[in-house]
């Protein structure tokens, strides 16, 4: 998302308050028969700081680009080829979830609806956006593979598809050995190939890692941890009375 021009605070955001916001719209509906909560004056104060805000945030954007200097900050940097991809995802998700939720009874999608729809309108305006400055760039060096070779040396592929391919591995290993054995391992082989520690320091760190999710996210706040297939078959394997809690 950085190399590409996506901001990711935005993406946090949703993911922490997604949820909160969706049941306090529902709460607030059913309260107020309708959308009558808009005139509550908090809300009225709330929308009236959003636009100012927004009002704010525009003119910033509109005198940076009056001086034409350099772009700072959360997606600053601009790629096509790589906001492309994204943009064509993310279309199609709003656009998958908006005619998923015509399904549901109309209390029930109004929340989804309110977001998919300009959710959508937005993405497919980048994703035009994005095509045509594609196909510009494209023009200027005159070969797709000079122009995706490019591409692949600004989003850094050589260094980040190893690491996706770790944190894959380490899904999988959740799956089959649960994440007591997997997270210590992902510490350990995380600080050996790009932290460069010595053998001992990673299996410290990793140990150290291990006890924490025992002994306090499990022992101490009873954290539900994920069932693994380790854990399926140890059950009927273990003897009576071994602290199963320790690896499972």
Same mark, same amino acid.
Request: net charge positive; hydrophobic share 55%; no cysteine.
């Given at each position: 998302?950085?190399?590409?021009?996506?901001?990711?605070?935005?993406?946090?955001? !949703?993911?922490?308050?997604?949820?909160?916001?969706?049941?306090?719209?529902?709460? /607030?509906?059913?309260?107020?028969?309708?959308?009558?909560?808009?005139?509550?004056?908090?809300?009225?104060?709330?929308?009236?700081?959003?636009?100012? &805000?927004?009002?704010? !945030?525009?003119?910033?954007?509109?005198?940076?680009?009056?001086?034409?200097?350099?772009?700072?900050?959360?997606?600053?940097?601009?790629?096509?080829?790589?906001?492309?991809?994204?943009?064509?995802?993310?279309?199609?998700?709003?656009?998958?979830?908006?005619?998923? /939720?015509?399904?549901?009874?109309?209390?029930?999608?109004?929340?989804?609806?309110?977001? &998919?729809?300009?959710?959508?309108?937005?993405?497919?305006?980048?994703?035009?956006?994005?095509?045509?400055?594609?196909?510009? !760039?494209?023009?200027?060096?005159?070969?797709?593979?000079? &122009?995706?070779?490019?591409?692949?040396?600004?989003?850094?592929?050589?260094?980040?598809?190893?690491?996706?391919?770790?944190?894959?591995?380490?899904?999988?290993? &959740?799956?089959?050995?649960?994440?007591?054995?997997?997270?210590?391992?992902?510490?350990?082989?995380?600080?050996?190939?790009?932290?460069?520690?010595?053998?001992?320091?990673?299996?410290?760190?990793?140990?150290?890692?291990?006890?924490?999710?025992?002994?306090?996210?499990?022992?101490?706040?009873?954290?539900?941890?994920?069932?693994?297939?380790?854990?399926?078959?140890?059950?009927?394997?273990?003897?009576?009375?071994?602290?199963?809690?320790?690896?499972?």
């Amino acid at each position: 998302m950085k190399r590409g021009g996506w901001p990711r605070p935005p993406v946090i955001l !949703a993911l922490v308050l997604g949820g909160i916001l969706e049941g306090s719209f529902q709460i /607030s509906m059913r309260v107020h028969q309708g959308i009558g909560w808009l005139e509550r004056p908090i809300v009225l104060l709330l929308l009236l700081v959003i636009v100012i &805000t927004l009002v704010f !945030a525009a003119r910033g954007i509109a005198r940076q680009r009056l001086k034409g200097g350099p772009k700072a900050g959360e997606a600053s940097e601009r790629n096509p080829a790589l906001s492309l991809p994204f943009s064509l995802i993310l279309l199609a998700v709003f656009v998958w979830a908006g005619f998923s /939720s015509l399904e549901w009874p109309p209390p029930v999608r109004q929340f989804p609806l309110l977001i &998919t729809v300009p959710g959508a309108i937005l993405a497919l305006v980048v994703t035009v956006r994005d095509l045509l400055e594609l196909l510009a !760039a494209n023009e200027a060096v005159g070969a797709w593979r000079v &122009t995706w070779k490019q591409a692949a040396e600004d989003a850094w592929l050589a260094e980040a598809l190893p690491f996706f391919g770790y944190l894959a591995g380490i899904l999988v290993l &959740t799956l089959l050995v649960g994440q007591k054995i997997a997270m210590p391992v992902f510490i350990g082989v995380y600080l050996l190939r790009w932290g460069h520690y010595r053998r001992r320091f990673a299996a410290a760190y990793a140990l150290a890692g291990w006890a924490v999710l025992v002994f306090f996210y499990d022992q101490v706040m009873g954290m539900l941890f994920h069932t693994s297939y380790l854990g399926f078959w140890l059950q009927g394997v273990l003897p009576s009375g071994f602290p199963e809690w320790l690896i499972i």
